[in-house]
T-cell receptor, first 115, second 112 residues
Framework: KNQVEQSPQSLIILEGKNCTLQ??????????LRWYKQDTGRGPVSLTI???SENTKSNGRYTATLDADTKQSSLHITASQLSDSASYIC????WGRGGSYIPTFGRGTSLIVHP | EPEVTQTPSHQVTQMGQEVILRCVPI?????FYWYRQILGQKVEFLVS????????KSEIFDDQFSVERPDGSNFTLKIRSTKLEDSAMYFC??????????FGPGTRLTVT
């Protein structure tokens, strides 16, 4: 069964500090991994998309890494801001013969940035 | 930045009734999706739609659900004979091929 596990479940940091969120997956065969930011009561917003051949992708202060061999990804947030407070969701999609694609979502890491 | 819009923002319905959730995807996108998120739980994929037909559907998307693109701009999710457990936030999303998905703000469905 395809699974995506994220850690930690929640994280509290001070404004200006860096943090790293983890994602482990068992989805196979692998197509792509996405990180989303979801503010409370809002739709997810895409941060990064990585395919098998990519091991790092940046979007401003967000940097995602991917190790397809160990099936792990991380999202690093630099110089956190109060507006970074949100849930960060890891989503992994398989690649099936015939183009089957049903993404598996992680439960997310809830990040709180305090002033 | 382009936006996906959804209406209504909140729908309250009685158990057994039918509801239609509406979405306007980004105009040049060809791939459309519905997801749901039960309060406090993770987002779940329901269905993807391309070229006027369903391309993928999850186990959740049974005969109670249907999708339609009635015209060139709208994309709808119909839920027949709603149940209490259908209460959730429903998100529409759209994308170009294998590209970033843009999510709408969601419709909160409450079944009483």
């Amino acid at each position: 069964k395809n699974q995506v596990e994220q850690s930690p479940q929640s994280l509290i940091i001070l404004e200006g500090k860096n943090c790293t969120l983890q994602c482990n997956y068992t989805v196979s065969p692998f197509s792509n991994l996405r990180w989303y930011k979801q503010d409370t009561g809002r739709g997810p917003v895409s941060l990064t998309i990585m395919t098998f051949s990519e091991n790092t992708k940046s979007n401003g202060r967000y940097t995602a890494t991917l190790d397809a061999d160990t099936k792990q990804s991380s999202l690093h947030i630099t110089a956190s801001q109060l507006s970074d407070s949100a849930s960060y969701i890891c989503v992994v999609s398989p690649w099936g013969r015939g183009g089957s694609y049903i993404p598996t979502f992680g439960r997310g890491t809830s990040l709180i940035v305090h002033p | 930045e382009p936006e996906v819009t959804q209406t209504p923002s909140h729908q309250v319905t009685q158990m057994g009734q039918e509801v239609i959730l509406r979405c306007v995807p980004i105009s040049n996108h060809l791939y459309f999706y519905w997801y749901r998120q039960i309060l406090g739980q993770k987002v779940e994929f329901l269905v993807s739609f391309y070229n006027n037909e369903i391309s993928e559907k999850s186990e959740i998307f049974d005969d109670q659900f249907s999708v339609e693109r009635p015209d060139g701009s709208n994309f709808t999710l119909k839920i027949r004979s709603t149940k209490l457990e259908d209460s959730a936030m429903y998100f529409c999303a759209s994308s170009e091929y294998l590209a970033r998905e843009y999510f709408g703000p969601g419709t909160r469905l409450t079944v009483t």
